[in-house]
T-cell receptor, first 115, second 113 residues
Framework: GENVEQHPSTLSVQEGDSAVIKCTYS??????FPWYKQELGKRPQLIID?????GEKKDQRIAVTLNKTAKHFSLHITETQPEDSAVYFC??????????????FGTGTQLKVEL | DAGITQSPRYKITETGRQVTLMCHQT?????MFWYRQDLGHGLRLIYY???????DKGEVPDGYVVSRSKTENFPLTLESATRSQTSVYFC????????????FGPGTRLTVT
């Protein structure tokens, strides 16, 4: 099955700096790569996703890049703010019985934005 | 977010007892999922369902049973709870179509003593 590795496990940056989180996946058939943000005690929420037919996608201060050949994708957050402090998870899809997509998640990155 | 709910939110049970965690969504989403979240492991898929009466195992299905007789409900049963099943459990749902986004419920914190 799919295997997703995520690095680093913790990341501390100064407010205003950029943060980069990297993930690799194993199944070349995966074609959907979402990123979820989880604040302490809350549920995970989708912040951005990318399909395999696209190399980069941006949404304001966040962007995701995908390298299909190398099987890795990255989350970039620019101009970090204290409210960006959270755990971030990457994921990759695999087909499920009856259609739909099962997700395999990375182990998460604890991002801390320091004032 | 109010469209997917989980109950109970907190549960303490003893080893060997049967426990059922409930998940209910009001969006009529076809796909539903159960994950467990443990420190150092992220979110791991337990079971997946594409529709009523269609279920599929995930990464860590052992010790769990699911059913889906109605589209809106997807209960997860621990047949004989073990301490290793102490975790936070999240239910999620998604809709067929172009969006693959999964919407998560608020989670159930289960402690097995």
């Amino acid at each position: 099955g799919e295997n997703v590795e995520q690095h680093p496990s913790t990341l501390s940056v100064q407010e205003g700096d950029s943060a980069v989180i990297k993930c690799t996946y194993s199944d070349s058939a995966s074609n959907y790569f979402p990123w979820y943000k989880q604040e302490l005690g809350k549920r995970p929420q989708l912040i951005i996703d990318i399909r395999s037919n696209v190399g980069e996608k941006k949404d304001q201060r966040i962007a995701v890049t995908l390298n299909k050949t190398a099987k890795h994708f990255s989350l970039h957050i620019t101009e970090t703010q204290p409210e960006d402090s959270a755990v971030y998870f990457c994921a990759a899809n695999s087909p499920g019985v009856g259609g739909g997509n099962k997700l395999t998640f990375g182990t998460g990155t604890q991002l801390k934005v320091e004032l | 977010d109010a469209g997917i709910t989980q109950s109970p939110r907190y549960k303490i049970t003893e080893t060997g007892r049967q426990v059922t965690l409930m998940c209910h969504q009001t969006w009529s989403h076809s796909y539903m999922f159960w994950y467990r979240q443990d420190l150092g492991h992220g979110l791991r898929l337990i079971y997946y369902s594409a529709a009523a009466d269609i279920t599929d195992k995930g990464e860590v299905p052992d010790g769990y049973v699911v059913s889906r007789s109605k589209t809106e409900n997807f209960p997860l049963t621990l047949e004989s709870a073990t301490r290793s099943q102490t975790s936070v459990y999240f239910c999620a749902s998604s809709t067929p179509g172009d969006s693959y986004e999964q919407y998560f419920g608020p989670g159930t914190r289960l402690t097995v003593t």
